[in-house]
């Protein structure tokens, strides 16, 4: 449900949920639960009950995926996930290299793993029935992309040279430092980027970028809002169409009540309140 995946992500709305990790939590299938994950980028379902892999399709930018240690029994339903990069099935039940085809769907993938052996204790390993199939490794390059470079913890590349400078095939190499490494998280509202430059988040309001407005350019003058001050600068008649000052305000305040309610552009929204001193009167930023 969304309620169980906001608790288990931490975050207030499942929309910018980046990272997620459901291991262990006796899932039986996905469904349309992620349908709304769409800035997922890492994904954990180990030690769950899935039978095959499915409710992926809404996940565009997902990169790394952990089904191990669950019930599959063939690589399939991938196609939502063209970006997938690291990709781990140890410990499921796929016996057949005619299971495998599914690994074409991914023609970024970098990392895959249906068993892991170097370093590893017999727990460790958890391999599939597949992988003491001779065929296992031709079959596992025919079906996926040339952009592989792992299996199992070892370079590809590595083991082919190993191999043909006459080396058995019981070699034993290091797995690779990549299989642990944090995944990056990325900045889901791109209006984070503009907080650099408050020049860029700066209202127009008649003045030039980057110099204070007039104080007659503003509806939120004292003279406009609160009347007296001089010159008939009162408030504005009942029914009279907004000036260009309060059309900007509204919008900005639109702006800033989206990035509150979010809760993860808070910075963002002080930025924002910052670069328009003349709408918002000055605060203390919390520790």
């Known amino acids: 449900s969304r309620d169980a995946i906001k608790k288990a992500a931490g975050e207030y ?3 910018v949920v980046q990272s997620l990790s459901l291991d262990g939590a006796s899932l039986r299938g996905i469904g349309t639960a992620l349908a709304d994950c769409r800035l997922l980028v890492n994904l954990r379902l180990s030690g769950n009950q899935l039978a095959r ?7 565009p ?5 952990d089904l191990s240690h ?17 990709l781990d099935l140890r410990g499921n039940q796929i016996e057949s290299t005619g299971d495998l085809g599914g690994l074409s769907a991914c023609p970024q993938l970098s990392h895959l793993y249906l068993r892991f052996l170097a370093g590893s204790t017999p727990q460790e390993v958890a391999a599939n029935p597949v992988c003491v ?10 079906a996926a992309s040339e952009t592989l470079a792992f299996l199992d913890g070892e370079s590809i590349k590595l083991r082919a040279q190993l191999e043909s400078a006459g080396f058995g095939d019981d070699i034993s190499m290091r797995a690779d430092p990549e299989f642990t490494a944090e995944l990056p998280v990325e900045a889901w509202f791109k209006a984070g980027e503009l907080a650099l430059d408050a020049d860029d988040l ?3 309001l008649g003045a030039p970028s980057g110099a ?3 104080p007659s350019s503003t509806p939120l003058a004292a003279g406009a809002v609160q009347g007296g001050g001089g010159g008939g600068g009162g408030e504005p008649a009942p029914g009279a169409p907004p000036t260009a000052g309060e059309e900007a305000e509204s919008e900005l305040r639109g702006v800033l009540d989206e990035l509150r309610r979010r809760d993860a552009s808070h910075l963002a929204a002080i930025a924002v309140a910052k670069a328009n001193p003349e709408l918002f009167p000055p605060f203390e930023e919390a520790p």
């Open 13 to 15: 709305d499942v929309e």
């Open 202 to 204: 700066a209202i127009d």
């Open 212 to 214: 204070p407005p007039s």
């Open 133 to 142: 199939d001779p065929s296992y490794r031709p079959a596992v390059a025919q």
């Open 61 to 65: 930018k997902l990169q790394r995926l």
């Open 53 to 59: 892999i499915e409710g992926l399709e809404h996940l």
């Open 70 to 86: 669950n019930r599959i029994k063939r690589i399939e339903a991938l196609e939502g996930v063209g970006g997938l990069l690291c």
